[in-house]
């Protein structure tokens, strides 16, 4: 499509210029490719890598179908984890602010499902959620699905990967049969092919660029012995001396041994893993989009829909398995047209699989050894951040504004020295400079938030 501007689309004057506030310059690849197609109803089928921008190629066209005034579901959006699910709704409330009273709701298992009971009682006009929950709601017969006119199957490959194809067909067949179904998938394999078949009315097939830009992703490869990759890893770290970075590995023990690792070399990293409870993989999360953990170090499936802006740097502390998984890694850095770096890790017995990633990219990826990276006295800079952990949360009716009061306020922390404020149900948290930390804590544990007083503690 020739003209990449959002005003191409029909779209009323209050969503684009609520775009422009949001950021939304230009359409991506994908957002020009699906959305005239997705405004004209049809069903699609799209390929896109992580980052592209595909929350928005199918929340605005959803958006513009929705009836305000009717409170039943009318649309439903399917995603592998709780992170993503979370990650979209926040996204499509963001686009929904050019109409009034549009409600979201997020139904994902690791929380309580009388909260969310609740919440469908009011109504909601669009559901996100995992395929395990939702089922757990059609059976309660708690989420009816009768008027839903989108669905959107978000990350498909990796619900199926997750073993989810039974959920999702059950999900679908209680769904009209006029609905619209945008699907989306880093990968075609044999199973996304026979669930459009199933359940999509001649789909359009749209692909973007799989592989990422050089230009936008410098990608090194070096050479480590595993013997030695602990110790690579730290030097790769303190050479490129990022604010931030995420480490990938490929199981669970090895997050733990890299955690471990990086914590006695002074670097501040936390696990993210799939055997850790929610809270805790939430707690993660937020003080690294804080900026009070340097390192994130995951396994795949956890970090599936981390979102993390002007993310610097990705690392591989070991080549995946399958290719595809590389290019979900490397696009979690420079996104939105900003330069990233991705850096990796691999043994001589690991060459079969960057044989992998040279045919998929069509050029000779450049190789060198962990020796030719010296660390002269350079050092990762330690957390700008430290995040406190607030017992109170929007359910005690707790705002950002009013915790950034009793900050800036009585306490006399001054207003620079504070950072992102992230507000949960039941709990709140606060970045705050370290070189204010205890001073902020104490002030907040002696003083208010709005009148009351709540426990404080530092993550």
């Given at each position: 499509?020739?003209?990449?501007?959002?005003?191409?689309?029909?779209?009323?004057k209050?969503?684009?210029?609520?775009?422009?506030?949001?950021?939304?310059?230009?359409?991506?690849?994908?957002?020009?490719?699906?959305?005239?197609?997705?405004?004209?109803?049809?069903?699609?089928?799209?390929?896109?890598?992580?980052?592209?921008?595909?929350?928005a190629?199918?929340?605005?066209?959803?958006?513009?179908?929705?009836?305000?005034?009717?409170?039943?579901?009318?649309?439903?959006?399917?995603?592998?984890?709780?992170?993503?699910?979370?990650?979209?709704?926040?996204?499509?409330?963001?686009?929904?602010?050019?109409?009034?009273?549009?409600?979201?709701?997020?139904?994902?298992?690791?929380?309580?499902?009388?909260?969310?009971?609740?919440s469908l009682?009011?109504?909601?006009?669009?559901?996100?959620?995992?395929?395990?929950?939702?089922?757990?709601?059609?059976?309660?017969?708690?989420?009816?699905?009768?008027?839903?006119?989108?669905?959107?199957?978000?990350?498909?490959?990796?619900?199926?990967?997750?073993?989810?194809?039974e959920?999702i067909?059950?999900?679908?067949?209680?769904?009209?049969?006029?609905?619209?179904?945008?699907?989306?998938?880093?990968?075609?394999?044999?199973?996304?092919?026979?669930?459009?078949?199933?359940?999509?009315?001649?789909?359009?097939?749209?692909?973007?660029?799989?592989?990422?830009?050089?230009?936008?992703?410098?990608?090194?490869?070096?050479?480590?012995?595993?013997?030695?990759?602990?110790?690579?890893?730290?030097?790769?770290?303190?050479?490129?001396?990022?604010?931030?970075?995420?480490?990938?590995?490929?199981?669970?023990?090895?997050?733990?041994?890299?955690?471990?690792?990086?914590d006695?070399?002074?670097?501040?990293?936390?696990?993210?893993?799939?055997?850790?409870?929610?809270?805790?993989?939430?707690?993660?999360?937020i003080?690294?989009?804080?900026?009070?953990?340097?390192?994130?170090?995951?396994?795949?499936?956890?970090?599936?829909?981390?979102?993390?802006?002007?993310?610097?740097?990705?690392?591989?502390?070991?080549?995946p398995?399958?290719?595809?998984?590389?290019?979900?890694?490397?696009?979690?850095?420079?996104?939105?047209?900003?330069?990233?770096?991705?850096?990796?890790?691999?043994?001589?017995?690991?060459?079969?699989?960057?044989?992998?990633?040279?045919?998929?990219?069509q050029?000779?990826?450049?190789?060198?050894?962990?020796?030719?990276?010296?660390?002269?006295?350079?050092?990762?800079?330690?957390?700008?951040?430290?995040?406190?952990?607030?017992?109170?949360?929007?359910?005690?009716?707790?705002?950002?504004?009013?915790?950034?009061?009793?900050?800036?306020?009585?306490?006399?922390?001054?207003?620079?020295?504070?950072?992102?404020?992230?507000?949960?149900?039941?709990?709140?948290?606060?970045?705050?400079?370290?070189?204010?930390a205890?001073?902020?804590?104490?002030?907040?544990l002696?003083?208010?938030?709005?009148?009351r007083?709540?426990?404080?503690?530092?993550?």
């Open positions: 499509m020739a003209d990449a501007s959002f005003s191409s689309l029909p779209l009323p209050d969503q684009l210029d609520n775009l422009i506030s949001l950021g939304y310059a230009s359409m991506t690849g994908i957002q020009a490719a699906s959305l005239p197609l997705a405004f004209k109803g049809k069903d699609l089928i799209a390929q896109a890598k992580t980052g592209s921008g595909k929350t190629a199918f929340s605005l066209p959803l958006l513009d179908k929705l009836n305000p005034r009717d409170f039943g579901t009318q649309a439903l959006v399917l995603c592998p984890t709780r992170e993503l699910a979370t990650q979209v709704s926040g996204e499509i409330r963001r686009l929904a602010r050019y109409r009034q009273n549009i409600k979201v709701v997020t139904l994902c298992g690791g929380q309580s499902i009388g909260p969310q009971i609740g009682e009011h109504g909601a006009h669009i559901v996100v959620g995992t395929p395990g929950r939702i089922s757990d709601h059609l059976r309660k017969k708690t989420l009816n699905l009768t008027r839903v006119g989108t669905l959107v199957l978000d990350e498909a490959d990796r619900m199926l990967e997750m073993g989810f194809v959920d067909s059950s999900i679908i067949e209680q769904t009209p049969a006029a609905r619209q179904t945008l699907l989306f998938s880093a990968t075609y394999p044999d199973d996304i092919e026979a669930l459009s078949a199933r359940f999509q009315k001649q789909p359009e097939r749209i692909s973007v660029e799989t592989m990422h830009n050089d230009q936008q992703i410098d990608q090194q490869f070096f050479v480590c012995q595993k013997s030695a990759r602990l110790d690579g890893l730290v030097t790769l770290l303190n050479h490129f001396a990022p604010q931030t970075a995420v480490v990938f590995c490929n199981t669970k023990q090895l997050v733990r041994d890299v955690t471990a690792h990086l006695e070399r002074s670097i501040r990293a936390l696990a993210l893993h799939g055997d850790m409870e929610q809270r805790d993989r939430d707690q993660v999360l003080q690294f989009r804080q900026q009070s953990c340097s390192v994130l170090v995951a396994t795949d499936v956890a970090a599936r829909g981390l979102d993390i802006d002007d993310l610097p740097v990705v690392v591989n502390f070991e080549l398995r399958e290719t595809e998984v590389y290019v979900h890694r490397v696009g979690r850095t420079g996104r939105a047209g900003k330069a990233g770096l991705a850096l990796s890790l691999f043994a001589d017995s690991e060459l079969y699989k960057l044989e992998k990633i040279r045919q998929l990219a050029q000779e990826p450049e190789t060198k050894p962990i020796e030719s990276i010296s660390v002269r006295g350079e050092k990762m800079p330690p957390p700008p951040y430290a995040t406190l952990c607030i017992a109170g949360g929007r359910k005690h009716k707790v705002r950002p504004g009013d915790i950034l009061g009793a900050l800036t306020g009585e306490a006399g922390i001054a207003g620079s020295t504070v950072g992102k404020i992230n507000v949960m149900d039941f709990a709140a948290y606060v970045a705050v400079e370290t070189s204010v205890d001073k902020a804590l104490g002030r907040l002696n003083g208010k938030i709005k009148g007083k709540f426990k404080v503690r530092r993550l």
